[in-house]
Nanobody
Framework: QVQLVESGGGLVQAGGSLRLSCAAS????????MGWFRQAPGRERDFVAA????????YYTDSVKGRFTISRDNAKDMVYLQMNSLKPEDTAVYYC???????????????????WGQGTQVTVSS
């Protein structure tokens, strides 16, 4: 059974940092593009960041550029999202996602990802 499990969310003050982790089990995604999405109350699930299989290419939505960093450790089947200088508007449930096949390109649409975690809540207080 394929599983993606996020952890590391929590409550933090504006300007603070959090590091989200995503652990994959059931199969390896070392050759797959991985991404992070987020969903705030009343809003759609939006793209945050993506990383190709070797970590050579990363891509971020404009609102997090310079503040968030996506990385991966293929030996451990882990993906991370380091979030710095957090703002109240970053408050959301954050989801880890994996592409369904070994495509070595950046993916930004939800329908391009086949596997999803259950999400972890990030709350940034002002």
């Amino acid at each position: 059974q394929v599983q993606l499990v996020e952890s590391g969310g929590g409550l933090v003050q504006a300007g603070g940092s959090l590091r989200l982790s995503c652990a994959a089990s059931g199969r390896t995604f070392s050759s797959h593009t991985m991404g992070w999405f987020r969903q705030a109350p009343g809003r759609e699930r939006d793209f945050v960041a993506a990383i190709t299989w070797g970590g050579l290419h990363t891509y971020y939505t404009d609102s997090v550029k310079g503040r968030f960093t996506i990385s991966r450790d293929n030996a451990k089947d882990m993906v991370y999202l380091q979030m710095n200088s957090l703002k109240p508007e970053d408050t959301a449930v954050y989801y880890c996602a994996a592409a369904g096949s070994s495509i070595g390109i950046i993916l930004v649409r939800r329908d391009e990802y086949a596997y999803w975690g259950q999400g972890t809540q990030v709350t940034v207080s002002s």
